[in-house]
């Protein structure tokens, strides 16, 4: 099987014996190669100081993986390591996918340009990728639920203050 890819695969069978022959049989069958495909990594701001780190693993292999998990390192913008850690070990189902998270607490680092290199490790193997991302300044915009919120507050205020001395007068 070393000159086919991983993938799909038909095959047609059939017998034939003194003349006889069997019915034609199809089969589907798939060819395997123990390699973990990283796609859709993605790293999201919550707040000012945590980042989700969430990626999907998809593996073209007819036996399930165990133990499967990430190492993930973070580097300034002049290479400096800054912080690394671990990811909880996930398994894989045959031909399946699994997506990994994990959350960083990142409150002790400036705003800036920051790459962090995953190694994603499974069976002495090692799929590394590098993906950039930027810790922005934190934003201290008012969204227009809270300023609403507030206008209610002060309204409710004004109206109860109006209504009692309204009541005094009587």
Do not use: C
Not at 79 to 92: R, Y
Not at 114 to 119: L, R, S
Request: glycine content about 4%; hydrophobic content about 40%.
């Amino acid at each position: 099987t070393k000159k086919y890819t991983a993938g799909s695969y038909a095959a047609m069978v059939y017998g034939k014996y003194n003349a006889i022959t069997t019915p034609e049989r199809t089969f589907e069958f798939r060819i395997g190669q123990l390699s973990l495909d990283v796609v859709n990594f993605t790293v999201t701001s919550y707040g000012s100081n945590v980042r989700k780190f969430l990626f999907n693993l998809v593996i073209a292999w007819n036996s399930p993986l165990d133990e499967i998990h990430a190492e993930i390192s973070i580097y300034n913008n002049k290479n400096e390591p800054v912080d690394s850690f671990k990811t909880p070990s996930v398994s894989l189902a045959p031909w399946g996918k699994v997506t990994i998270s994990y959350f960083w607490d990142a409150k002790d680092l400036p705003p800036g340009d920051y790459t962090a290199e995953v190694h994603v490790l499974y069976q002495d193997n090692d799929e590394m990728l590098t993906i950039p991302f930027t810790i922005e300044e934190p934003s201290y915009d008012f969204n227009a639920t809270f300023l609403i919120v507030i206008l209610v507050v002060i309204f409710l205020f004004i109206d109860y203050f109006w209504l009692s001395k309204r009541g005094k007068k009587k």
